[in-house]
């Protein structure tokens, strides 16, 4: 066997109100079509691990973005802009919503693009997944990993993120991954099932993959919490889900 | 945790960070999820100069027991012959 050659490094696209944006993008070498995917990273930051996935995706034939979500923070190591994140409540939501539109116009004008786009997000990430794919109509496949406050209580929104994400269900235009720990407790197993309900309710097209013995952010490698049997099998799910909906 | 809750205190005093000694106007205090260190969650302060600029910060990311430990050798610390010291000369210089 070889092993797919790969590229990756820093491009800048356009998001919200056509402001230029850092990302890290990541691609197979080779001319065929492939499809991209928009990688939103978790609220510890623009960090390693999550540009890692991006190569990861580049590995298994995707073009992948990810955007460096805290950008408009600041300049600077990205815990420092993380830091400078959180201090100020976080990136609003309609700016997250305009950067993935702007990434994925950027993925499909990619010359190499076969035209499919799809998102994966962490943690926080993972909620924003499930805003981003119910507020444009145009993303192919979604897949959110134990992103918390998808529900969220009154008393939980702010000015930021002003939105329960499940409250938009029915706008939700791309088919549905979701992944979870039965341990986590953001979100919590009955959330889950929450959420699953709205799902049925409305007739979206989704899979939830529900994990025993693992938590919130199991498929870190670095963490405690990282749960290789459940990891493994779960990446397994989500290259099953890119392969169906993002294929040439 | 993904909840962006963070607890902000007023500071007066001095840090030392990669450039030097620092103004600390402010620390920030959070359980999340650390940047660096190699747990789950854990306490997280930074102690900063500008609150909503990247600019000069000492961070620590601590585990759980070690925050707790450390909030316990403070209130110590204060209540020690030292700390008594360090308030009658605040007192006396606010007089």
Known sequence: MTYRGITA?????????????????????????????????????????????????AHHGYNAICPNLFDRFGKGEPDEVAAVARAQGGKPDDETVGDAAGAAAYLRGLPNSNGKVGIIGFCSGGRQVVLVASRLDNLDAAVDCWGGRVIADADQLTEAHPVSPIDLTSDLAAPLLGIFGNDDQSPTPEQVDQHEAALKEHG???????????GHGFFAVNRPG???????????????????YLAS | MCTWIVERTPMSGSGKGPNGWFEVNQANVYFDHPYHAPMDHSLIIDFVETPDEVGNRVAVELSEDSARRLVASILAALESGEAGHAVQVEAAASA
């Open chain 1, 226 to 244: 990282y749960r290789p049997e459940q990891a493994t099998a779960a990446w397994g799910e989500v290259f099953k889900w890119y392969g169906k």
């Open chain 1, 9 to 57: 490094g820093e491009v800048t696209f356009r998001g919200d109100h056509d402001d230029e944006v850092q990302a890290y993008l990541a691609q197979p070498v080779g001319d065929d079509p492939v499809g991209g995917v928009i990688v939103l990273h978790h609220m510890p930051g623009w960090d390693e691990g999550s540009v890692e996935i991006a190569r990861k995706f």
């Open chain 1, 204 to 214: 979206k097209t989704y899979e939830f993959h529900r994990y025993d013995g693992a």
